[in-house]
T-cell receptor
Framework: DGGITQSPKYLFRKEGQNVTLSCEQN?????MYWYRQDPGQGLRLIYY???????QKGDIAEGYSVSREKKESFPLTVTSAQKNPTAFYLC????????????FGNGTRLTVT | AQSVSQHNHHVILSEAASLELGCNYS??????LFWYVQYPGQHLQLLLK??????LVKGIKGFEAEFIKSKFSFNLRKPSVQWSDTAEYFC??????????????FGTGTLLAVQP
């Protein structure tokens, strides 16, 4: 079955360490996205990529970095510069066409202590 | 700034009750509108969407939503809820000038609990 795989499901890190969250899709989608979900705040866009080797900042990109070297992969690095990294991170993808719905992964819950 | 408001944060209903979840947005131009649902332990999935045409759209599992442009609203409805509708529901809005869903703005979500 096609879908989006995020790993790991739970991740724990010490403050000051960078950590990379994995996102892989086999839907042959051109566009991929990273959202952060916090209680009472909905989903906020961190970064998105509409095509390989290109990506743009979303609304809350500070303290995060991404790469898009392959169509199927869009890893997110949470750097030590992110002031409040503990959150639930969701990866999504779509065809990139107008109105194309997002397909979401199951998410990664990151806890930084 | 463009925003999406979901006024009900928690809704508790009994089975067979009718449901209406409010969604209002602040952008005045052409918009695409979506409702996503997240069942317990599952990933977010599309419930329904409005792109153009008939403002009353029907989605999966008996849900429907009506786009009322004059009220900047896209409320979600279901005539008779079931216990299996227990989930978190997110309204989302995108400016309709084409391109990827790259600036999809989500509401804060409504947690629906249906009591058997």
């Amino acid at each position: 079955d096609g879908g989006i795989t995020q790993s790991p499901k739970y991740l724990f890190r010490k403050e000051g360490q960078n950590v990379t969250l994995s996102c892989e899709q086999n839907l042959n989608h051109d566009a991929m996205y990273w959202y952060r979900q916090d209680p009472g705040q909905g989903l906020r866009l961190i970064y998105y990529s509409q095509i390989v080797n290109d990506f743009q900042k979303g609304d809350i990109a500070e303290g995060y970095s991404v790469s898009r070297e392959k169509k199927e992969s869009f890893p997110l690095t949470v750097t030590s510069a992110q002031k409040n990294p503990t959150a639930f991170y969701l990866c999504a993808s779509n065809t990139g066409q107008a109105g194309s719905p997002l397909h979401f992964g199951n998410g990664t819950r990151l806890t930084v202590t | 700034a463009q925003s999406v408001s979901q006024h009900n944060h928690h809704v508790i209903l009994s089975e067979a009750a009718s449901l209406e979840l409010g969604c209002n947005y602040s952008y005045g131009g052409t918009v695409n509108l979506f409702w996503y649902v997240q069942y317990p332990g599952q990933h977010l999935q599309l419930l329904l969407k409005y792109f153009s045409g008939d403002p009353l759209v029907k989605g999966i599992k008996g849900f429907e939503a009506e786009f009322i442009k004059s009220k900047f609203s896209f409320n979600l409805r279901k005539p008779s809820v079931q216990w299996s509708d227990t989930a978190e529901y997110f309204c989302a809005v995108k400016r309709g000038y084409g391109g990827a869903t790259n600036k999809l703005i989500f509401g804060t979500g409504t947690l629906l609990a249906v009591q058997p």
